[in-house]
């Protein structure tokens, strides 16, 4: 569906409000791995280890209805160790041959509609029986309950971090479980809450961007689809007016114009008829001098 109100708000969701989503969640996902992973480097008052500090949601996965093979996605989870490879977009992975050992795969971004590189999946099958084996790619990974029973395209939808911003919550809610201490400097010392405040500044997100510079992209690429859709918008009322008058010069009737039109045809049609009688009368007299 292209056109219409419906249509507007269809590609507005498709091209601005799933990607800004996207790109919230991503930050989400990077800030609560990062900080959990430098938090688990500390102790708190007690001297233990520290654990997470927040919880998120993981990834979500949907199978076609209409798949051939009855394989099923049992897990979906963030790869902590390729986070850096995490995207703020969804794939599509579908099943290209399930004959071949290993299965092969070919996993598609939705939002450019590229499709990953074989170096950058990852297949796994611990146990050399197709049970629960895994398939990892942009900072994600797939549990298979049976990857025997995978048929030529299958095909799942994968969302990795749409709605990871929603399930952000904090984990810990006794202050004194806050690891803020180094772990060789004793619980008495503020080492570990420099390392997390550090955090601000690291490349987190995507390996490239800081939170704070992930943000401000996002923030300013909304900004500049605002402006295009207003440009739109008043270009579109623009010509809405022109055609609205186009149609209204070829089929509105206005009363009084065309009671002088009537009149002035009117005058016409009595100036023709003087004509035509003066004629008349002229030819009659040259007669009348012949004979």
Do not use: C, W
């Not at 498709?14 to 989400?28: C, F, H, R, S, V």
């Not at 794939?91 to 092969?104: F, G, I, K, L």
């Amino acid at each position: 569906m292209t056109g219409g109100s419906l249509g507007g708000l269809m590609s507005f969701r498709a091209e601005t409000l799933d990607k800004a989503q996207n790109q919230i969640g991503q930050m989400a996902v990077s800030l609560a791995t990062a900080f959990n992973a430098q938090h688990a480097e500390g102790v708190d008052l007690q001297g233990e280890a520290g654990g997470d500090f927040f919880s998120i949601g993981q990834p979500r996965t949907y199978a076609a209805a209409d798949n051939p093979g009855g394989a099923e996605i049992t897990q979906a989870s963030f790869d902590s160790e390729n986070i850096d490879r995490l995207r703020a977009s969804d794939y599509t992975v579908r099943v290209t041959d399930s004959e071949s050992d290993p299965p092969a795969f070919e996993v598609r971004r939705r939002d450019t509609g590229q499709v990953l590189d074989a170096a950058e999946v990852t297949f796994n099958d611990p146990g050399n029986d197709g049970s629960d084996a895994t398939l990892s790619f942009g900072g994600v990974t797939l549990t298979f309950d049976d990857t025997g029973k995978l048929a030529d395209h299958d095909s799942f939808e994968v969302q990795p971090v749409r709605n990871a911003a929603g399930s952000l919550e904090r984990a810990i809610g006794d202050p004194e479980r806050i690891a803020a201490a180094g772990a060789s400097g004793g619980s008495g010392n503020n080492e570990n809450a420099l390392a997390m405040q550090d955090l601000q500044g690291a490349a987190l997100v995507g390996g490239s961007a800081s939170l704070s510079g992930a943000y401000g992209a996002m923030v300013s690429d909304v900004g500049n689809r605002t402006n295009v859709v207003q440009v739109n918008l008043e270009a579109r009322q623009s010509l809405t007016e022109q055609l609205e008058a186009t149609q209204q010069s070829a089929s509105g009737v206005n009363l009084d114009e065309e009671a002088a039109n009537l009149i002035r045809y009117q005058q016409y049609y009595q100036a023709n008829a003087k004509v035509i009688e003066a004629g008349k009368t002229m030819i009659d007299t040259i007669l009348g001098l012949r004979a």
